[in-house]
């Protein structure tokens, strides 16, 4: 058995592990439904079993203190750095550029905003961070330049916008939203 594997071979696993990982995520957060957080003082929600390996009684969740309905993901890419290179200070930087562009889309959400909105608010930052193969922190194309796409698509509406090959551009979400809402 080999003892060293090839960066695509790390790339490859680093992308199997992190679909693995979504993929419980998403099926924890489904089996726990809507009421994910519990009042201590909120009476038994009628007729209903506990989710399989939950033993505690499951309650209501009082209106003020309920989750919000609706959720916002994002995915910082996979990226090219191998889980040796990924300091703890560089993962603080990722995590906390992460975090920033998830805030942004999630007030957005929170105070009643559009998904659009969210989405083009929590992607400027990541186009605005080092980090990321997008915005500021894009790939160089072999003759040294910076190419920059974007897509958006509204799903109640089919709409879409895309944007390619682009230079000058910061954000290139906005324009790519910007084609969408001006496109007929």
Do not use: W
């Not at 695509?8 to 990982?21: A, P, Q, T, Y």
């Not at 009628?46 to 995915?75: K, L, M, N, S, Y």
């Not at 090219?80 to 562009?101: F, G, I, N, Q, V």
């Amino acid at each position: 058995m080999r003892e060293h594997r090839t960066q695509s071979e790390e790339r490859h696993e680093s992308r199997r592990k992190f679909l693995v990982h979504a993929a419980a995520g998403l099926s924890a957060a489904a089996a726990l439904g809507p009421c994910s957080e519990v009042a201590a003082d909120a009476p038994p929600v009628a007729d209903q079993q506990p989710p399989r390996g939950r033993t505690t009684e499951r309650r209501v969740v009082p209106p003020e203190i309920a989750p919000p309905p609706f959720a916002f993901a994002i995915h910082g890419g996979v990226g090219t750095l191998t889980k040796s290179e990924m300091t703890p200070p560089l993962e603080r930087e990722y995590r906390a550029a992460l975090d920033a562009a998830l805030t942004a889309g999630y007030t957005i959400l929170r105070g009643g905003g559009s998904g659009l909105d969210a989405v083009v608010a929590a992607i400027k930052v990541m186009e605005d961070a080092p980090l990321f193969n997008a915005g500021k922190g894009a790939v160089f194309t072999s003759a040294g330049t910076n190419e920059l796409d974007a897509s958006i698509m509204d799903g109640s509406n089919l709409k879409a916008g895309a944007v390619s090959t682009l230079k000058h551009i910061k954000n290139p979400i906005v324009l790519a939203r910007l084609v969408m809402d001006e496109s007929k």
